[in-house]
């Protein structure tokens, strides 16, 4: 068995998230269902973002690296599925207008 290849479990996720010069690592499991809320209040906690300030959520897609949106359940399960096994998720501070 070669040493240069690299194995991941299959059960969960490993999320690598950033949020200004912030860059955290953390994982979540498949089979643990979270939905979009209470991913947003993870990464607001671990980063340490208080409750006043808007922020955004975007990942960058496994396939073609496009940065897409999660603002939802749906997008977030499609995040999640699309992970190979790293979902990068990047959080920007919402403008105000």
């Known amino acids: ?7 991941y ?21 498949y089979n643990e269902t979270i939905n979009y809320e209470d991913f947003r209040k993870l990464l607001s906690e671990r980063h340490d973002i208080g409750f006043d300030l808007s922020f955004l959520i975007w990942y960058t897609d496994p396939t073609d690296g496009d940065l897409l949106p999660i603002n939802n359940d749906n997008n977030l399960s499609r995040t999640l599925l699309a992970a190979k096994p790293l979902s990068l998720e990047f959080l920007f501070k919402e403008k105000v207008r």
């Not at 068995?1 to 194995?7: E, G, Q, T, V, W």
């Not at 479990?9 to 499991?29: G, N």
């Open 9 to 29: 479990q299959v059960d969960i996720v490993a999320v690598k998230s950033k949020f200004d010069a912030d860059i955290l690592r953390f994982s979540i499991k």
């Open 1 to 7: 068995m070669s040493k240069s290849k690299l194995y």
